[in-house]
């Protein structure tokens, strides 16, 4: 296994809500940034949320601003996200991914050549 792995994709009803676990390991996770991405069948890889090493800054997709929660627990080395009203277009894989340059607004415009990255977990919304 890698240093990050995800957990929590299931298949959940439209309006429905989940929680995404990302557990890292191996690495110093207080100096990480923290992000989660999604994939939907046939699209490229697309920016969730991030949250900075002290949980003090979050950013956002406009497309899940509202309705998804971005959270770490530095004694835990987690980090979580909390999807709530679920849309039939919010089904991907989600990825949780870990920088130790990159900034909460970085991360977004620029993905590439991130540090660490996931396996990846799915989540499918039924409508």
């Known amino acids: 296994q890698g240093p990050l792995v995800e957990s929590g994709g299931e298949l959940v009803q439209a309006g429905g809500s989940l929680r995404l676990s990302c557990e890292v390991s191996r690495l110093t996770f207080s100096n990480l940034l923290m992000a989660w991405f999604r994939q939907a069948p046939g699209k490229e890889r697309e920016f969730v949320a991030s949250i900075s090493r002290n949980g003090g800054i979050t950013n956002y997709a406009e497309s899940v601003k509202g309705r998804f929660t971005i959270s770490r627990d530095n004694a835990k080395n987690t980090v979580d996200l909390q999807m709530n009203g679920l849309k039939f277009e919010d089904t991907a894989v989600y990825y949780c991914?870990?920088?130790?340059?990159?900034?909460?607004?970085?991360?977004?415009?620029?993905?590439?050549?991130?540090?660490?990255w996931g396996e990846g977990t799915l989540v499918t919304v039924s409508s």
């Open positions: 991914a870990a920088d130790y340059q990159k900034t909460t607004t970085t991360i977004m415009v620029y993905p590439e050549g991130v540090d660490f």
